[in-house]
């Protein structure tokens, strides 16, 4: 579904009044659903505008696709976006994966594994321009980026933006987040894959020589919440969805039963998790979640 910039902050500022600790968005330029109204938002510009906006909540991309940006200007762009939110900015960064907004606006969709290869050269340029010393100059040289006397600014507000990778992969995944990430996500899968694949990121860590206490775990699921069974089922009919296969795939019902499937997430590994409302016209949504559901899960 689209959603305006006017929505977007509303959800933000409901948020942030509710207790959540963060806004994030997903990186996309066409809606899965419906007719997509009122038409995509750039993640970037958009987080920059919340960061003007916003005062505490953090800020970032579950996940930004490597192939919308070259590296070397999306590590501007959110050096500066971390700037205008005094330091709130978090990466996520991923491979991309839906060939058709990539047709629908003229950008380049590689084959997977040059998609992997880019990932993992996009997060040591990104990484290695915020961490080169102020007055020295960054070069890379790799297969698909080329950097050449570069001054590496702006640095991002942070001493260390934290750096997000997620995904299901079960080795070149798991292996990027324990060579570039402080967090670890894995979105949208059921609680046994999720709990699967955060060991998968413990055991790349050790191959590593990498603490994996040191690696965030978090995980994304889709929420539908209604105060009685019939509100969550007209949530559920807004997003166009079977409440029935939310209560199977994601978060779905009333408080104590979105609680009970978050606690299902903890004890899978994920201390921090994102819940991903589809309908982003429905502040009352986020309100329902900041009343009932965030304080039994502090």
Known sequence: MGASYDQQLAMAHAAEAGGFDAYFRSDHYVAFTGDGLPGPTDSWVTLAGLARETTRIRLGTLVSSMTFRFPGPLAISVAEVDQMSGGRVELGLGTGWFDGEHQAYGIPFPPLGERF?????????????????VGERFAYHGRHYDLVDSPALPKPAQARLPIIVGGAGPTRTPRLAARFADEFNVPFHGVDDTAAQHRRASEACERLG??????????????CCGSDQAEAARRASAIGQDLADLRRHGAAGTPAEVVERCAEYGAAGATTLYLQVLDLGDVDHVDLLAAEVL????
């Open 117 to 133: 290869e880019r990932l993992e050269e996009q997060l040591e340029i990104v990484t290695g321009l915020w961490r080169s010393p």
């Open 210 to 223: 990498r603490d994996p206490v040191t690696l965030i775990r978090s995980a994304a699921v889709t929420v």
């Open 295 to 298: 304080p039994a899960l502090r």
